[in-house]
């Protein structure tokens, strides 16, 4: 996987949608600023615009600590963890599942610190007796994939296997990926729902896409392990987001931005909203951050 460097205007945005400044309310002092990837910190397009790249070294400069987190592998989330320069610190990857501690002394420039895994079996069987010409896929951390039949082109990234059920159900994953190209999101999300998914987290992606990740797990749940790692006050965290993967990490950040290309209910629990992912709206987010010292 590529990125490409969008050069557009330069001379970030510096309010929100009000067109007044943005004001966290969060004290001054070294921040734990979390950001989602996909329609967050990219354009939809997958592309990185020169305005947040900016904004995020500017960020980091300040002494503030930049942790994505994102529904991406590991794999996916290397490309954008190293086009935005973040080589300390700390990643959280599959959704929660997968936290990394960025250390450039490291044969890989990284380490993993957590993992958690859990049994897809119930999962799978229950989600294939639902959608018949869905396509599974179960995560092998710092591998790729094992499919069950073809995703579409990108998507994951990595060695993709195609396996057999027995090779599917047959050990734990960190995450467990399911795309049906048939279904429309609202209505997929709410069958999702009434089919009762137990002893696990899942979210429902942009289209009818669904991560299913270990009960108790999520963006938020890796998150407070990073920022009691930092040694980082909770009323110094930002988070911003986009999807429905990141309802729980923005209702944990002492204040939760959502994009404003976000759904209805990620407003919802934010605390804020900014500009569009298009118009770069992470910018006036991370240029709002109070002073680390």
Known sequence: MSLTLNSGPLGAPTTGQTGRTLDLGTPAGRHLVALDIDGTTLHHDGTLSEEVYGAVRQTVAAGHD?????????????????????????AVCSNGAVTLRLDQH???????VDQVTFDPRPALDL?????PGAVFAVERVGVGFDISGPFPD???????????WDELTGSPTT????????????????AVE?????????????TAWLDVAPAGVSKASALEGVRARLGIDRARTVAV???RNDLEMLAWAACGVAMGNAPAEVVD???????????DGLVPVLAAVPAAH
Do not use: C, K, M
Request: hydrophobic share 40%.
């Open 194 to 206: 009434r089919l009762g998914l137990h002893g696990v987290n899942y979210a429902v992606g942009f």
């Open 127 to 131: 989600l294939r007796d639902a959608w």
């Open 241 to 243: 987001g986009d999807q």
């Open 66 to 90: 930049v942790v994505i987190a994102t529904g991406r592998s590991l794999l996916e989330a290397r490309p954008v963890i190293d086009a935005l320069g973040l080589r300390s610190g700390y």
């Open 106 to 112: 490291e044969r890989r420039g990284y380490r993993i």
């Open 175 to 190: 995450r467990l990926t399911f795309y049906s190209p048939d279904a429309h999101v609202e209505e997929f999300a709410h």
């Open 154 to 164: 990108g998507d994951l990234s990595g060695r993709l296997r195609i396996s057999s």
């Open 269 to 279: 629990v934010a605390d804020l909203q900014t500009l569009d992912v298009t118009d």
